[in-house]
């Protein structure tokens, strides 16, 4: 794996242990998982909010499901910024989007491990380019995984 997927994975782990232990989400660490010999997230999960996560970070990453500041996309998943991530149970839908079938590929491999190995977790996918700041990463949740994230954030 090359070093900026690999440095992107470290950065998303300490922005949202950040993010999340501040508030009182969390009580230990995020850390990316080493990709040898691993099928499934690519960052720890807390055991509470159980966010299971793939990040993709690649240019051919679907523009049209990147999320604006404060937006919620509707496609046939939730997509949000990553600095927007505690705001999510007060956040309503500002627009809908033609889904994308990478990025649903994505999530149904991830959801599929989700199913599998953790089924309480929340799987998601954080879609980011290169040379995009960590926050503006995209999350991308179900529609069905909403109010359980919600529930868990509060």
Known sequence: ????????ERNVAAY???????????????????????????ISYDKNVKLIIDVKSRLKVP????????ELLLADLFCFRL?????????????????????RKWWDHMDEWTRANEP????AIVLHRPQM???HSTVVISLQ????????LS
């Open 83 to 103: 600095e927007d991530l505690l705001k999510l149970p007060h956040m309503g839908v500002t627009r809908s989007v033609e889904a994308s079938k990478t990025v």
């Open 133 to 135: 700041p960590i926050g």
């Open 63 to 70: 523009a049209c499901m990147l999320a604006g500041k404060s």
């Open 1 to 8: 794996m090359k070093s900026r997927p690999r440095s992107v």
């Open 120 to 123: 309480d977790g929340i799987s």
């Open 16 to 42: 949202l242990t950040q993010l999340l232990s501040d508030n009182g989400k969390i009580t230990s660490p995020l850390h990316r998982i080493p990709v040898l010999g691993r099928e499934g997230p690519d």
């Open 145 to 152: 995984d909403r109010s359980k994230l919600c529930h868990r």
